[in-house]
């Protein structure tokens, strides 16, 4: 049978951020995939060492928006270990609990796409609508609903009072409710785990081998999770369990992320019933004396890494942001491989991509030789003109328009 | 003469083309106002379908260049007259329809087979590769709910025999007369109403036309005039199966003449509607594999249980 | 144990419910008290040391001279992140964030204001 080649991307209804899957079907079953990303390079490595420390923040924290924490608390460990700040214990608890409040809202999203993605939009409709008691809350502790801006260089920004421990306890209790409704739902509902079973496989040693981080790890029987294995923030101060599943498939990965809901429940509880008394930021200097640092941080998709390097000035030397989805990409053409047309837009949503974090400039060494190739503006212009010209028979100089 | 032009206007106004499409637009509105409630959000408002269609009227309509143009631009037409044309059989105020013969009860079954024909056609002619994956999708699943369809309104037509006269009238007026049989029937309803499902391509069974998956399936490249006939003959095939569905397997006709008839009919195929559209608000996708394994599996012999189980009645009972 | 269709008497319950949407332009949400809208510029506080421009991630806001240590305040709405960053680096806390968040407009222009 000859091959259909089916382009998944860069626009395409099934995902959420342009990437280019470029799939070669027998049938309905995918024969070979071709990945090309690189559609939201934005240039923020660069733009960071053009920016004082205290600017930087809000630029990392636009990396994403769904785990905007993540990629500023995780610079802000970098640039205060640099510094050898020390963070006192309350601006400690405060970042843990708005980033486990972010780890609910990011692993309810996913679950509405993931429903929106197999057809069944009332998931889709139902979790969001639970999505807003947390969206509602962070807006009351940090001052907005995504991007919070609480961290600064040294502490945290905002204090949170009495009342708002007590909503936050009580939306909690909410939450932890309609979780209960959604693992029922996704252990009961027929057609639900006809399409989430089997469907995606990663085994253990593949994941181990590919580099996966995070929930699409932990499905796999990885019991990895830097909360345990490198604790930052509070985290060495409040006892939970790192969830991990055997099915290593799409079923186990949701029944990871619908089981680390429970578990960020019960951390925000001990947090808020711990939280200590006294100042919550430390005076940072303006200009970080030299040195670099590496931090690592549990993001909802996984193991977010951050590399920073100071030289005494006020801007920093060199921004490095590895996120995780570009470690849980490797597995992507193994799980897509043999599989149906038809299961190719969950199993990308299952590794809950986020190409905005991932999309960074990366060197390619061609082999041995240790060649490198450097475009320049132009280059990189008339380049993109002939492959287009080539591979998709578009000549752009025909195009009026852009003349 | 006279008689001429009533049929013309009942065929045109009432119970025909105009009646048809206000009301297949209300239908619509009915479904997605439902589809939302069930979601626990607002929906529509009532003029909303009406509204889209008019919009879509006013929109280009843009061919592709290697489409081909003749069967592009016709194809809705045939969808638009099948699904009109299927419903002058079928009893609207009363157990008569406008046209009743011997055998029209086949004759709707393939009628209502055409649109998706068309649907297939259009997207093998579009010269897509989204569209032609469509439309392969939709002749496989016509393949698996077409039989226990069939089959399912076959069975009260056997039980109904040569009273029915194989005629769609016929087989409301059987019913209409006897109304404990009804309960017979269940099971076909059942299946029937799991069926039609598939053929209105809606959620469990919407695979030819998977958003997420393959963009719009058939109807990828259609826009303007012709993606408004498509859609407003997918209305009006909802309205024609809803009511098919309502004149063979729930059979009460209170005497009371034409008006109450006619409100009667309106509760039933709204009925129908309601429990397709919570079929929709429960469901996930299914595969393709695995909706024809349902079909052929689970389907087919309830259907095929029913049909025997209507024989074997039709011996005893004796009439 | 898995049963098709297990949300069907739950989705039956969602009838008797009230919609969960904000039906927006009919009734206003109320943000939180610490939501950061559209900034305020107190002019009796100001020192014109422009902390405020220094630390702005993207350049949103000028502080211009117009008398003897009387200053005012430009924001452009556009460029603005509503971080609040410049509220906390003001050390005579001139600057506030109200909650006014319906700041769109059809002309360019006008995004430029005196706060």
Request: hydrophobic residues 45%.
């Amino acid at each position: 049978m000859s091959r259909v080649v089916v382009p998944i991307g860069p626009q395409h209804p099934a995902l959420k951020e342009p990437a280019s899957f470029t799939l070669y079907l027998e049938g309905e079953r995918v024969a070979a995939t071709n990945v090309a990303l690189g559609y939201n390079h934005r240039g923020i490595e660069k733009a960071c060492e053009e920016r004082p420390y205290i600017q930087d923040i809000y630029l990392i924290e636009r990396v994403c928006g769904i785990c905007s924490h993540s990629h500023s608390t995780a610079f802000i460990q970098a640039v205060e270990e640099i510094a050898a700040l020390e963070v006192p214990r309350r601006g400690a608890y405060i970042r843990s609990i708005i980033g486990e409040l972010e780890r609910i809202h990011s692993h309810l999203l996913w679950l509405g796409v993931a429903g929106h993605e197999l057809g069944f939009d009332t998931l889709f409709m139902y979790s969001w609508r639970d999505r807003e008691v947390v969206m509602d809350l962070l807006a009351m502790i940090t001052g907005n609903r995504v991007n919070y801006g609480i961290n600064t260089i040294g502490g945290v920004r905002r204090d949170i009072s009495k009342e708002q421990s007590e909503q936050i306890l009580k939306a909690v209790d909410i939450l932890e409710e309609r979780t209960k409704f959604y693992i029922k739902l996704a252990t009961e509902e027929t057609t639900l785990i006809g399409r989430l079973a089997g469907v995606g496989s990663l085994s253990r040693e593949m994941a181990v081998k590919f580099g996966a981080t995070g929930p699409t790890a932990r499905a796999a029987g990885v019991k990895r999770d830097v909360r345990k294995d490198d604790p930052y923030a509070a985290y060495s101060e409040v006892s939970f369990n790192v969830i991990t599943d055997d099915h290593a498939d799409v079923l186990g990965r949701t029944i990871v992320r619908v089981m680390e809901l429970m578990e960020s429940v019960k951390i925000i509880r001990q947090l808020i019933k711990q939280l200590p008394d006294g100042p919550i930021s430390v005076r940072a200097p303006r200009k970080i004396p030299a040195g670099e640092a590496i931090s690592r941080y549990e993001a909802p998709r996984g193991e977010d890494l951050h590399y920073v390097r100071a030289n005494g000035s006020e801007k920093p030397e060199r921004v490095k942001v590895r996120a995780p989805t570009l470690a849980n990409l490797t597995a992507i053409t193994h799980m897509i491989d043999g599989g149906y047309l038809a299961d190719v837009p969950i199993v990308i949503a299952a590794i809950d991509p986020c190409f905005s974090c991932t999309d960074r400039m990366i060197s390619l060494r061609e082999g041995d030789r240790g060649t490198e190739t450097l475009m320049d503006w132009e280059g990189l212009r008339n380049y993109s003109l002939e492959w287009y010209k080539k591979n998709r028979g578009i000549d752009m100089n025909k195009i009026h328009a852009l003349r | 003469m006279s008689e001429v032009l009533v049929d013309l206007l009942k065929i045109l106004v009432f119970p025909g083309f105009i009646f048809l499409s206000l009301y297949s637009l209300f239908v619509e509105y009915a479904d997605r106002k439902l589809y939302a409630r069930f979601q626990n959000r607002v929906g529509p408002p009532w003029f909303q379908p009406f509204a889209d269609f008019v919009k879509l009227l006013g929109k280009e309509t843009i061919i592709p260049h290697e489409a081909d143009v003749k069967m592009f631009r016709a194809i809705p037409l045939f969808s638009l007259a099948a699904v009109c044309t299927a419903f002058l059989y079928i009893p609207v105020w009363g157990v008569k329809s406008l046209f009743p013969f011997n055998g029209d009860a086949i004759v709707v079954l393939y009628l209502l087979t055409i649109p998706t024909l068309t649907f297939f056609l259009a997207g093998w002619h579009s010269s897509s590769l989204f569209a032609c994956l469509g439309s392969v999708r939709t002749l496989t699943q016509l393949f698996a709910y077409e039989v226990p369809l069939f089959m399912a309104v076959l069975a009260p037509t056997l039980l109904a025999g040569n009273t029915g006269n194989w005629s769609v009238s016929g087989i409301s007026a059987f019913y209409g007369s006897h109304p404990l049989l009804l309960l017979v029937n269940i099971p076909a309803f059942i299946v029937a109403l799991v069926a039609i499902q598939g053929k209105l391509e809606r959620v469990p069974f919407d695979i030819p036309e998977a958003e997420t998956e393959i963009v719009a399936g058939a109807f990828t490249e259609y826009s303007g005039k012709l993606l408004a006939m498509f859609r407003m003959s997918i209305d009006i095939e909802m309205v024609v199966v809803a009511s098919l569905l309502a004149a063979v397997f729930l059979p009460f006709y209170p005497a009371g003449g034409p008006v109450l008839g006619f409100v009667i009919y309106i509760v039933k195929t709204l009925a129908i509607v309601f429990l397709l559209s919570a079929v929709r608000a429960t469901m996930a996708r299914l595969r393709l594999e695995q909706m024809v394994a349902f079909c052929w599996r689970i389907l087919t012999p309830i259907a095929i249980f029913q049909i025997v189980l209507n024989l074997i009645l039709k011996e005893v009972i004796k009439i | 144990m898995k049963k098709p269709g297990s949300l069907f008497p739950f989705v039956m319950g969602m009838l008797t419910k009230k919609p969960a949407t904000n039906m927006y332009p009919f009734i206003k949400t109320v943000m939180p008290d610490r939501f950061r809208g559209k900034l305020k510029f107190e002019q009796i506080k100001c020192i014109g040391c422009k902390m405020c421009e220094k630390d702005c991630p993207s350049n949103a806001i000028e502080i211009v001279n117009v008398g003897e240590k009387v200053f005012d305040a430009y924001v452009y709405l556009d460029r603005c992140i509503y971080c609040g960053q410049c509220v906390d680096s003001c050390p005579r806390k001139a600057l506030e964030n109200t909650k006014d968040y319906e700041l769109a407009n059809f002309d360019h222009e006008h995004l430029k204001v005196k706060i």
